[in-house]
């Protein structure tokens, strides 16, 4: 489990371009020296001025930021 590369990602497929107004969050693990991955969604959607990649993912500009935040770090803990 040490060779594990994991990460947030955020609107993935350029949704928010395309005219979108919100994007999903989604999980990104990989392998080291790998190009496979694998995307966990987490069930969040965010407008672009509420993610910030600040310590991996912290939302803000929104009512429930709190929430949302330790919702998603609860979910990157269980990978």
């Known amino acids: 489990m040490d ?7 955020f609107d993935r497929r350029n949704g928010l371009a ?17 190009t496979k991955r694998i995307l966990k969604p987490t069930g969040i959607k965010l407008k672009s001025s ?3 990649p600040k310590n991996g993912f ?7 930021a709190s929430t ?6 609860r979910i990157f803990r269980d990978i």
């Open 50 to 52: 509420e993610f910030t």
């Open 3 to 9: 060779n594990l590369s994991i990460r947030f990602v």
């Open 18 to 34: 395309k005219g979108k107004t919100v994007a999903p969050l989604h999980i990104e693990v990989r392998q080291d020296k790998s």
């Open 68 to 73: 949302i935040t330790a919702k998603a770090h």
């Open 58 to 64: 912290t939302c803000k500009n929104h009512p429930n």
